[in-house]
């Protein structure tokens, strides 16, 4: 059973436009969430993430909000680049970002000239 | 250091041999995590170290595959009598639990295992 789910595959924006990745979960005990962002033939990269006491962090252009009732997080991206065309991966953790992590599917996000 | 290391890059071996990987973790980071990435799928859980002592295993880890990280630095995943099932990215990732601790893991950037 998927714990964390991403349910749109991919993602289509213009440049300069917003990019919103959402992401759902089931398990109420999970009380961190992370994004990582992955190019082909490499590792996930660290992203950005928010502890479960927060409903919102941002970092730069990057923002994550975290609705616990609806046991959804999105992320979002202003302004969208080219550069950010990635596949981005939702995760969750019981007890912090420094133990097992429960990932989705990935979202690919294509970020159009 | 230059961030998480991983050797091979690629393998592909025959149906039923046994093959290792080997990871080097940022060496500040005192816990080491191997996850696995099949085609469409996001990476899952196999096992993780702090220093040199496996504390958690999923069940994902059967009989056949085993984890070491005899010094509490670099670490190596065996798999033994491999299947065509077995082929995916392994993935392998560090993060530190003392000193400055910054959010999420670094991932290297995997081995990926063909099995034929």
């Known amino acids: 059973d998927q714990q964390v789910k991403q349910n749109s595959p991919s993602l289509s924006v213009q440049e300069g436009r917003i990019s919103i990745l959402n992401c759902d979960y089931t398990n109420s005990m999970f009380d961190y969430f992370l994004w990582y962002k992955k190019y082909p033939a490499e590792g996930p990269t660290f992203l950005i993430s928010?502890?479960?006491?927060?409903d919102k962090n941002e970092d730069g252009r990057f923002t994550v909000f975290l609705n616990k009732s609806a046991k959804h997080l999105s992320l979002h991206i202003v302004p969208s680049q080219p550069g950010d065309s990635a596949v981005y991966f939702c995760?969750?953790?019981?007890?912090?970002?420094?133990?097992?992590?429960?990932f989705g599917k990935g979202t690919l996000l294509t970020v159009n000239p | 250091d230059t961030g998480v290391s991983q050797n091979p890059r690629h393998k592909i071996t025959k149906r039923g041999q046994n093959v290792t990987f080997r990871c080097d973790p940022i060496?500040?980071?005192?816990?080491l995590y191997w996850y696995r990435q099949t085609l469409g799928q996001g990476p899952e859980f196999l096992t993780y170290f702090q220093n040199e002592a496996q504390l958690e295993k999923s069940r994902l880890l059967s009989d056949r595959f085993s984890a070491e990280r005899p010094k509490g630095s670099f670490s190596t995943l065996e798999i033994q009598r491999t299947e065509q099932g077995d082929s995916a990215m392994y993935l392998c990732?560090?993060?530190?639990?003392?000193?400055?601790?910054?959010?999420?893991?670094?991932f290297g950037s995997g081995t990926r295992l063909t099995v034929v």
């Open positions: 060496s500040e980071h005192n816990r």
């Open positions: 990732a560090s993060s530190a639990t003392t000193g400055t601790v910054s959010p999420g893991y670094t």
């Open positions: 995760a969750a953790s019981r007890g912090g970002s420094n133990y097992k992590l429960t």
């Open positions: 928010i502890s479960s006491i927060k």
